[in-house]
């Protein structure tokens, strides 16, 4: 089998074009992701029971059904309730922000969960009320630990993104697909792709090392 690498060095300019779609979709939904993981971990770790079942049902729920499935949910069956079509970047930085959120939530939880309990007690027995102990003593430790499956969440995300391809979103995997709608250069054009994802993850990777040693996360 004969491989074109011409075909594929002329496809790298758009691949990466697609590459940094996806970085983006990537971190906005990272972001977004752990703004509604801090406050679901907080949410399960109250002593209101209410919420304390909402945030169950919302991290059971979302770990407990595809993403595929999610996306489709903003995608097709929102529109029917709200009554117009939702932008293709709404919905799949929407879908896939409050899938990242559950697992953050767990994360953020976790590592809430392993400071010791008298940090918070020596918190409140300073004058300081929960909220406050928990955002200057308890969550700045607890991040120190999290970043190594943060890192991963990160990875796992960037990988779980070309997901969004099915809605006709143009980032990498969608870009491979169009372009190989083109040339019928299969082999090539998901080599490239793969090289690309590749080359992704393992920058993450090394990122997320380099914070572990910088806060010396042990």
């Keep these: 089998m004969d491989v074109n690498f011409d075909l ?4 790298f300019p758009l691949l990466v074009a ?6 983006e979709i990537t971190a906005l939904s990272v972001f977004f992701g752990m703004l509604i993981g801090i406050v679901v971990a907080l949410v399960r770790l109250s002593d209101f029971k209410i919420l304390r079942w909402l945030g ?3 991290v059971d729920f979302i770990r407990g059904t595809p993403l595929l499935i999610q996306i489709f949910l903003v995608y097709f069956a929102l529109p029917s309730i709200i009554g117009h079509r939702v932008d293709a970047f709404f919905a799949a930085i929407s879908a896939c922000s409050i899938n990242s959120g559950a697992y ?6 976790g590592g809430i969960q392993s400071i010791d309990v008298g940090q918070m007690e020596a918190g409140r027995s300073l004058g300081m009320t929960w909220w406050q102990t928990m955002r200057y003593i308890i969550l700045p430790q607890a991040f120190k630990r999290i970043i190594p499956p943060l890192g991963n969440e990160f990875i796992a995300m960037l990988k779980d993104s070309s997901l969004v391809s ?3 979103f143009e980032e990498l995997t969608r870009r491979g697909q169009l372009i190989i709608a083109r040339t019928y250069a299969s082999f090539e054009i998901w080599m490239a792709v793969a090289i690309i994802y590749l080359i992704l993850t393992f920058t993450v990777a090394r990122l997320t090392g380099l914070l572990e040693r910088k806060f010396d996360t042990k």
């Design 8 to 11: 594929m060095k002329n496809a």
């Design 18 to 23: 697609g590459a940094g779609i996806t970085i």
């Design 56 to 58: 169950n049902v919302y």
């Design 104 to 109: 953050v939530a767990e994360v953020f939880r």
């Design 166 to 168: 099915v809605i006709g």
